[in-house]
């Protein structure tokens, strides 16, 4: 079943490109930043669109 060429995930996510280094660390100084700071107990998922 998982051998099955039908079941192979994309080459690429939907977004067409994968997530940037630049872009995770943005993501991380925002939720460290001040306007971050209500932000609690949250998973945030960067996948270009790869888990939908």
Do not use: H, K, N, Y
């Not at 099955?4 to 925002?30: I, K, N, Y």
């Amino acid at each position: 079943m998982l051998s099955d060429p039908a079941r192979t995930p994309p080459a690429r996510p939907p977004l067409g490109r994968f997530v940037s280094p630049d872009e995770v660390a943005a993501l991380t100084a925002f939720l460290l930043g001040p306007d971050g700071g209500a932000i609690t107990g949250q998973q945030l998922v960067q996948c270009a669109g790869a888990s939908l």
